[in-house]
């Protein structure tokens, strides 16, 4: 009888932090350790946006990132002044240490100085994009 109480409330922890884990990723969000943090064209490997620039991190085997290029590229075509750039998480370590990048995909919304405004870790809804890119511009 205590095995199945210890695997009911083991299973009922695992479902809770499951919905919590699925309901955070994505979110794009203002992070305090991202506070006068930025990046240039050198980090970039090209040119900042004249508005905004959303940075990309990717990894070759990651679904949700084919997905988020898509979304991200979408938004780069509909907001003029806008630049989609995506980098290679494995290819770009330091940085990807330097930014405290945990998962990929991670989208940063940068401001026209290339200053980080806005972040997301996981796979973000497009209106969510443009509404972040609000703060950017």
């Known amino acids: 009888m205590t095995g199945l109480v210890v695997c009911v409330a083991v299973l009922a922890l695992a479902s809770a ?23 240039g064209a050198a980090e970039l490997g090209g040119r900042l946006g004249e508005r905004a620039t959303l940075v990309q991190f990717s990894s070759a085997f990651c679904a949700p990132c084919r997905a988020t290029r898509r979304i991200l590229g979408e938004v780069a075509d509909l907001v003029p002044g806008v630049v989609h750039v995506e980098l290679d998480a494995e290819d770009n370590l330091d ?25 997301a870790a996981g796979q973000p809804r497009k209106a969510d994009v443009i509404a972040a890119l609000g703060e950017a511009v």
């Open 17 to 39: 932090y499951g919905v919590l884990h699925r309901r955070r990723s994505g979110r794009i969000r203002v992070r305090g350790r991202d506070d006068g943090k930025r990046l």
């Open 95 to 119: 940085l990807v240490r330097a930014l405290d990048i945990l998962k990929t995909p991670t989208v940063l919304v940068l401001d026209v100085d290339g200053r980080i405004v806005r972040r």
